[in-house]
């Protein structure tokens, strides 16, 4: 039943991944177009776009947030390890549990302090005003889910670990 709902869960944060990468390449055209529009006068056309910074930045945010949690279930997430290579292995595979438990409470907290966020910027009818005027909870939003979906990740990440070798991981090692 875990190894099914892991599958799942996993082509999921696949999905995610791929609508990051849909993300990218809609962020770099909107780029590529401003750039061309400023340089490249033609007649009838802006000279730019004015809101292409503004979106690419959401654009970029929102890209991180989708593809984060597949970056940690790949074990490609930022890691200094080092330390645990040198470690006994039973010391290291501990100290490998001290981290995902930090880190899913970290997750956890995280979620519902943007949860609160949220839902107050909506409740509050919070604006951004910049070039675009949008509610300000359309950006706040995904912070909570995305949260969410790493607390899981670092649920799987403990199973994957019990069921494990009794030393570090092996994923995303860079120190040999």
Same mark, same amino acid.
């Given at each position: 039943?875990i190894a !099914?709902f892991s599958?799942? *869960?996993?082509?999921l $944060?696949?999905?995610?991944a791929? $609508?990051g /990468?849909?993300i990218?390449?809609?962020?770099?055209?909107?780029i590529?177009?401003d750039?061309?529009l400023?340089n490249?006068?033609l007649r009838g056309w %802006?000279?730019?776009l004015? +809101?292409?910074?503004?979106?690419?930045e &959401?654009?970029l *945010?929102?890209?991180?947030m /989708?593809?984060?949690?597949w970056?940690?279930?790949q074990?490609?997430?930022i890691?200094?390890d080092?330390?645990l290579q040198?470690l %006994?292995? !039973?010391?290291? +595979?501990?100290l490998?549990?001290?981290?995902?438990?930090?880190?899913?409470? /970290?997750? /956890?907290v995280?979620?519902? *302090?943007g949860?609160q966020?949220a839902?107050?910027? *909506?409740s509050?009818?919070?604006v951004?005003?910049k070039? &675009?005027?949008? %509610?300000e +909870? +359309?950006a706040l939003?995904p912070? %909570? $889910?995305?949260f969410?979906?790493l607390?899981?990740?670092?649920i799987?990440?403990?199973?994957?670990l019990?069921?494990?070798e009794r030393?570090p991981r092996?994923?995303a090692?860079?120190a040999s």
């Open positions: 039943m !099914r599958r799942a *869960y996993g082509r $944060l696949a999905g995610l791929l $609508l /990468c849909a990218l390449f809609a962020m770099m055209m909107i590529v177009a750039v061309a400023r490249f006068a %802006p000279q730019g004015a +809101w292409s910074n503004e979106i690419s &959401l654009m *945010y929102l890209l991180t /989708c593809v984060a949690p970056l940690l279930r074990g490609q997430h890691r200094v080092i330390l040198v %006994p292995p !039973r010391l290291a +595979w501990h490998e549990w001290i981290a995902d438990v930090l880190g899913l409470a /970290c997750c /956890c995280i979620a519902r *302090y949860a966020a839902w107050s910027s *909506y509050s009818g919070a951004n005003i070039t &675009l005027i949008t %509610p +909870w +359309w939003a912070l %909570p $889910l995305v969410v979906l607390s899981i990740e670092m799987f990440r403990m199973i994957r019990a069921g494990g030393g092996r994923d090692v860079s």
